[in-house]
């Protein structure tokens, strides 16, 4: 059964750079779509972009100038940068394996952005 | 304000059928598919339904979906406590070139 794994930097400052990580396991990496969605505080989700096995990225446009993903197909992660944090960025920060239908999760990582 | 708009809460007694809307433009659900998530807190989100109507092996089929236009809902049929929870519709947006999600509803089961 393939289980998502995600750790990052909890704490940031304003103008600093989201860094977060997951790890796929026990499941197949290529073929898939890996993507990155949001919840803030009181708000609902917010899909933040994805990428392919390939390294072929889609992000939000509301983001794109900030964002950035990688993937390492040889340890079987992908990786999520926002640059320029604000607080309207801390959130919970979910990676998630598909296309739409979303149907393994990570366990989110709570990030907060505060002087 | 979300694209997708959805009534903020729903309610009903265990047994019950109820029904969350999700109303979009020509743009989303009147040219794509929608999918439908259940969330609980402290938890990540839950694929319910997928393909406006399909469900995932694993999800009772007490969850079930349907579209109509720029429209869609989801029904939850013999209401159970563990349904409590928020839920969400989401769609590809061919204007904004990405993924949306609806505001989300808050499901109490009384």
């Known amino acids: 059964q393939v289980h998502l794994q995600q750790w990052g930097a909890g704490l940031l400052k304003p103008s600093e750079t989201l860094s977060v990580n997951c790890a796929v396991h026990?499941?197949?990496?290529?073929?898939?779509?890996w993507t990155w969605i949001r919840q803030s505080p009181g708000k609902g989700l917010e899909w933040i972009g994805e990428?392919?096995?390939?390294?072929?990225?889609y992000y939000n446009p509301s983001l794109r100038t900030r964002v950035s993903m990688s993937v390492d197909t040889s340890k079987t992660r992908f990786s999520l940068k926002l640059s320029s944090v604000t607080a309207a960025d801390t959130a919970i920060y979910y990676c998630?394996?598909?296309?739409?239908?979303?149907?393994?999760w990570g366990q989110g990582t709570r990030v907060t952005v505060s002087s | 304000q979300s694209v997708l708009a959805q009534p903020p809460s729903a309610s009903g007694t265990p047994g019950q059928r109820v029904y969350i809307s999700c109303s979009g433009g020509?743009?989303?659900?009147?040219?794509?598919?929608v999918y439908w998530y259940q969330h609980l807190p402290g938890t990540a989100p839950k694929l319910l339904l997928f393909?406006?109507?399909q469900g995932p092996s694993g999800v009772p089929d007490r969850f079930s979906g349907s579209k109509s236009g720029t429209s869609a809902s989801l029904a939850i049929s013999g209401l159970q406590t563990e349904d409590e929870a928020d839920y969400y519709c989401?769609?590809?947006?061919?204007?904004?070139?990405?993924?949306?999600f609806g505001g989300g509803t808050k499901l109490t089961v009384l």
């Open positions: 998630a394996r598909g296309y739409g239908a979303y149907s393994r």
């Open positions: 026990a499941g197949t990496f290529s073929g898939y779509s």
């Open positions: 990428i392919h096995h390939s390294g072929s990225t």
């Open positions: 020509s743009s989303n659900i009147g040219s794509n598919t």
């Open positions: 393909s406006n109507d």
């Open positions: 989401a769609a590809w947006d061919d204007r904004l070139n990405a993924w949306i």
